[in-house]
Nanobody
Framework: QVQLVESGGGLVQAGGSLRLSCAAS????????IGWFRQAPGKEREFIGI???????YYADSVKGRFTFSRDTAKNTVYLQMNSLRPEDTAVYYC??????????????????WGQGTQVTVSS
């Protein structure tokens, strides 16, 4: 059974940092890229980046230079380190598994499985 479990959200002041975790099953972790999206109230789900199983990463311009992905193979976990947080980063953050069939990794509808989401709130 594919399962993605997120953790690590919370409340932080502007300029602060948070680290989100996305724990996956071993099969998912080994065979899928893990993408990250966020959704603020009243807005569409926004793609923020992807971490491929071979270590390659891609970041959206809105988070480039501030957010970093990493993988812990022993724990089947992908981390999203978020630094220099801004109030506009406030959203529910989701990780999702992408198998690469469509080549459109920035499209949320092309992801197969999703985590439950975790709230990140950045105060000004």
């Amino acid at each position: 059974q594919v399962q993605l479990v997120e953790s690590g959200g919370g409340l932080v002041q502007a300029g602060g940092s948070l680290r989100l975790s996305c724990a996956a099953s071993r099969r998912t972790f080994s065979n899928s890229a893990i993408g990250w999206f966020r959704q603020a109230p009243g807005k569409e789900r926004e793609f923020i980046g992807i971490n491929w199983s071979d270590g390659r990463t891609y970041y959206a311009d809105s988070v480039k230079g501030r957010f970093t992905f990493s993988r812990d193979t022993a724990k089947n976990t992908v981390y999203l380190q978020m630094n220099s947080l801004r109030p506009e980063d406030t959203a529910v953050y989701y990780c999702a598994a992408y198998n690469g069939y469509t080549g459109r990794y920035w499209i949320s509808g092309d992801y197969d499985y999703w985590g439950q989401g975790t709230q990140v709130t950045v105060s000004s």
